[in-house]
């Protein structure tokens, strides 16, 4: 079946690293990705993972894949206030291409 | 490059209505795809058109139509409108649906269904 699942809340202190995490259910995904939504905004695409790579970084950001326990995770490191926003992992299927599933999205607030 | 635009941004309807709501995709983009995010569901996808053809289809009923013209813009209608549709409906544009990797959202269209 078609699932993705995150947690629904993270805090941490602004400076410190960020890691949010997100497993999905089908193994023949294709491309998994990270989606940023602030408040009253459309969703902004951050970074995007190829499922034959296990790692992908991008200046502050890091993706790592698991795809033996369909684990992806986000690292942020040294968080910002402008991190805070609700970050959606989502999966797109080899089988149904044009279609991406979302998860249910991660709250990111972010500590003085 | 201006990106995804959807208009409008926020439209009150009231039950039993109609509603048409836009979309123009990035510049050379040709595959329009509409999802609805509400609190309740999250983001579901509800289909996605490519060359005016709609390629892909979500679990959602008949009333949510859509179609795309030959330059690429995208419309969705929702018709005989209910209290449950009140969602943020977003659209996202790629080069070419299956085979680009890049999906780019726009602002979102709010409905509020009364």
């Known amino acids: 079946g078609e699932d993705v699942e995150q947690s629904l809340f993270l805090s941490v202190r602004e400076g410190d690293s960020s890691v949010i995490n997100c497993t999905y259910t089908?193994?023949?995904?294709?491309?998994l990705y990270w989606y940023k939504q602030e408040p009253g905004a459309g969703l902004q695409l951050l970074t995007y993972i190829f499922s034959n790579m296990d790692m992908k970084q991008d200046q502050r950001l890091t993706v790592l894949l698991n795809k033996k326990d369909k684990h992806l995770s986000l690292r942020i490191a040294d968080t910002q206030t402008g991190d805070s926003a609700i970050y959606f992992c989502?999966?797109?299927?080899?089988?149904?291409?044009?279609?991406?599933?979302f998860g249910s999205g991660t709250r990111l607030s972010i500590r003085p | 490059k201006a990106g995804v635009t959807q208009t409008p941004r926020y439209l009150i309807k009231t039950r039993g209505q109609q509603v048409t709501l836009s979309c123009s995709p990035i510049?050379?983009?040709?595959?329009v795809s509409w999802y609805q995010q509400t609190p309740g569901q999250g983001l579901q996808f509800l289909f996605e058109?490519?060359?005016?053809?709609?390629?892909n289809k979500g679990n959602f009923p008949g009333r949510f139509s859509g179609r795309q013209f030959s330059n690429s813009r995208s419309e969705m209608n929702v018709s005989t409108l209910e209290l449950g549709d009140s969602a943020l409906y977003l659209c996202?544009?790629?080069?070419?649906?299956?085979?680009?990797?890049?999906?780019?959202f726009g602002p979102g269209t709010r409905l509020t269904v009364t």
């Open positions: 089908d193994s023949s995904s294709t491309y």
């Open positions: 510049s050379g983009h040709r595959s």
């Open positions: 989502a999966e797109r299927m080899e089988s149904s291409a044009s279609k991406i599933i």
């Open positions: 996202a544009s790629s080069l070419s649906g299956s085979s680009s990797y890049e999906q780019y």
């Open positions: 058109y490519f060359s005016e053809t709609q390629r």
